[in-house]
T-cell receptor
């Protein structure tokens, strides 16, 4: 069974540029998460989707971040414009079912973003 | 704010020794989960313990949960060099919130 796929794995951009990350969750997983992990820290939830609905986006900086999960499968996370402080690893995870944090989460390898 | 806080921040042991990591959390949880993260990789789920459980085993892993103290511990027995990684605990109350992690180094 294929795991969570993310691309690109690495991205280097200059500040004020836009950037997008893509995630393909495990087939059949209804719930999808985007996390940001700063160096030396644990992952912090940005947004959680149940199918195509964003059910928790309280931690998403909405002035520059946006996300979508069309058709309830793949998801894209966008930053526009990027700032120096956005340098981090962006992780995508998925779980079967719709129970939020009640089940094991399956993580992708992440996208390491460097903003210069 | 982070729900889980791991202790110690870093731990270095010899292969074959046991490693114990602790986790404290702040609010009530439905379950607590432990994950491992190898350098440059995503997190891998190790074990989930529900709030009505006190102890759980999985292979060389033993997890305890004390809800009265809002704390958990992860014991890795007979450690191997391949266990070298960062370990995170996450408390879940319909939302999984991670601590900063413990960096475990197992020296061959």
């Amino acid at each position: 069974e294929a795991g969570v796929v993310q691309s690109p794995r690495y991205k280097i951009i200059e500040k004020k540029q836009p950037v997008a990350f893509w995630c393909n969750p495990i087939s059949g997983h209804n719930t999808l998460y985007w996390y940001r992990q700063n160096l030396g820290q644990g992952p912090e939830l940005l947004i959680r989707y149940e199918n195509e609905e964003a059910v928790d986006d309280s931690q998403l900086p909405k002035d520059r971040f946006s996300a979508e999960r069309l058709k309830g499968v793949d998801s894209t996370l966008k930053i526009q414009p990027a700032e120096l402080g956005d340098s981090a690893v962006y992780l995508c995870a998925s779980t079967p079912g719709l129970a939020g944090g009640e089940n094991e989460q399956f993580f992708g390898p992440g996208t390491r973003l460097t903003v210069l | 704010s982070q729900q889980g806080e791991e202790d110690p921040q870093a731990l270095s042991i010899q292969e074959g020794e046991n490693a114990t990591m602790n986790c404290s959390y702040k609010t009530s949880i439905n379950n607590l989960q432990w994950y491992r993260q190898n350098s440059g990789r995503g997190l891998v789920h190790l074990i989930l313990i529900r709030s009505n459980e006190r102890e759980k085993h999985s292979g060389r892993l033993r997890v305890t949960l004390d809800t009265s103290k809002k704390s958990s511990s992860l014991l890795i027995t007979a450690s191997r060099a391949a266990d070298t990684a960062s370990y995170f605990c996450g408390g879940s109350n319909y939302k999984l919130t991670f601590g900063k992690g413990t960096l475990l180094t197992v020296n061959p």
